[in-house]
C-alpha cells in the first residue's frame, strides 16, 4: 500500500529523518517535487528528539523491565524510595464488564486489587480524545503499552519523557494523535492505555497476578471504545492480548509475531517494539515503521468496509420508504 501523506506530512517526516518510497515527482503537485526527490532509502524511523537521545551512564545492570520503561531515563535499575500512601477511597463494586467508561476510570483509581495499589502515586487509566457524559471517547485506534513508567505514574498519563515523544511523532507520521488533533490540524484520534495501571516498584517485571487483575480493566477499554485497530506495543502487551489467540505466544519471539494480523476479542492487533527499546536499538526503527504502516492500512480497509456496510443499510431503508 502506499501512504496519501500531504506535503506537510511529508516534509514533517523529512525533518524527522524518516526516508520512504515516494512515487516520481512528475506525478505529484509541485509542492511536494521538492520531498520526492529525496534519494530512496530503507524506511528509518527516527526517535522524536532532534538531538540523539543522551547517552546513560551504565553504573547497574540494566533489567528487562527497565528496558520496556515508558521512558529512556528509567533505563537505570532504582531501589524504590518511599511512595505516599495512597488516599483511602472505595472502588465501585459490581462486574467489570458491566461499568461504563466513567465509573470503570473510578474503579481503576480506586483498585486495591493487589500489591501495586498500597504504593502508588496515582493510577494511570489513559488517554485520549475528550470524553463526553462518561462516555467513552471516540477513536479508531488505540495503543497498548506495558506498564507505568516513573513519570507516567507522577503525571497520570501513560507514555511520556522521550519515549512518549518519539510515540507521538511516530503516530503522527502517519495523521494519528492522541488527542485527535496536533499542530492545529485534525488527526485520527487515539486512546493510549497501560495493561498495567499501577507501576510496578523499581519498573521491576509485573508479577503474573498483577497482569491477572489488571487484565480485565484492558479487556472492558477494549469493549467500549471498539477501536477498529489495535497496535500492541512491547513483549508484556503483546502477550497479554493474543494468549488467547496464539499458541505459545510466551515463547514466540516478538520479532516473529510482527508482519501479520492478528485478533483480541474481535478487533485486528499489529505487534510492533516499544519505543523506549527503539530508542536504543536504532536498526528496529524500520521495522516500526513497517508495523504502522499495515496498521493504517487495516484501518483504511475496516474504515471502507464499514462505509459499505453503511451505505447498503441506507440503500435499503431509502427502498423500503
Known amino acids: 500500500m502506499s501512504l496519501d501523506l500531504d506535503a506537510r506530512q511529508r516534509a514533517m517526516l523529512e525533518e524527522m529523518h524518516i526516508h520512504v518510497w515516494w512515487p516520481k515527482a512528475a506525478e505529484q503537485p509541485a509542492e511536494q517535487a521538492a520531498v520526492a526527490s529525496v534519494p530512496p532509502t530503507p524506511a528509518v524511523l527516527a526517535s522524536a528528539p532532534s538531538q540523539p537521545p543522551r547517552p546513560q551512564p551504565r553504573t547497574a545492570p ?8 515508558d521512558a529512556p531515563e528509567l533505563a537505570m535499575a532504582r531501589a524504590p524510595g518511599p511512595q505516599p500512601a495512597v488516599q483511602a477511597r472505595a472502588a465501585p463494586s459490581g462486574p467489570i464488564d458491566s461499568m461504563d467508561w466513567a465509573t470503570l476510570q473510578e474503579a ?16 494511570v487509566f489513559g488517554v485520549g480524545p475528550r470524553s463526553e457524559g462518561g462516555q467513552p ?5 488505540l495503543i497498548v503499552g506495558e506498564s507505568p513508567g516513573e513519570d507516567a505514574e507522577a503525571q497520570g498519563e501513560p507514555f511520556v519523557g522521550e519515549s512518549g515523544k518519539l510515540l507521538d511523532n511516530m503516530l503522527k507520521a502517519i495523521g494519528v494523535s492522541r488527542h485527535g488533533s496536533a499542530d492545529g490540524l485534525p488527526h485520527k484520534a487515539a486512546c493510549i492505555v497501560n495493561l498495567l495501571k499501577c507501576r510496578p516498584p523499581g519498573n521491576r517485571n ?4 498483577e497482569v491477572a487483575q489488571c487484565e480485565p480493566y484492558l479487556r472492558r477499554q477494549v469493549a467500549l471504545l471498539q477501536p477498529k485497530v489495535i497496535i500492541a506495543m512491547g513483549r508484556l502487551s503483546v502477550q497479554t492480548l493474543l494468549a488467547e489467540s496464539v499458541p505459545d505466544v510466551a515463547g514466540t519471539p516478538l520479532g516473529r509475531l510482527r508482519g501479520q494480523v492478528h485478533q483480541y476479542h474481535g478487533v485486528p492487533v499489529v505487534v510492533t517494539y516499544h519505543p523506549a527499546y527503539l530508542l536504543r536499538s536504532l536498526p528496529e526503527k524500520a521495522k516500526a515503521w513497517a508495523d504502522l504502516v499495515l496498521a493504517l492500512d487495516v484501518w483504511k480497509k ?20
Open 62 to 69: 540494566v533489567s528487562i523491565a527497565d528496558a520496556m520503561a
Open 108 to 123: 481503576v483509581a480506586g483498585c486495591m486489587a493487589c500489591a501495586l495499589g498500597a504504593g502508588r502515586k496515582n493510577a
Open 206 to 209: 509485573p508479577a503474573a497476578e
Open 302 to 321: 475496516r474504515t471502507a468496509a464499514e462505509r459499505l456496510t453503511r451505505d447498503a443499510a441506507v440503500g435499503v431503508q431509502a427502498e423500503l420508504g
Open 137 to 141: 471517547p471516540r477513536a479508531d485506534w
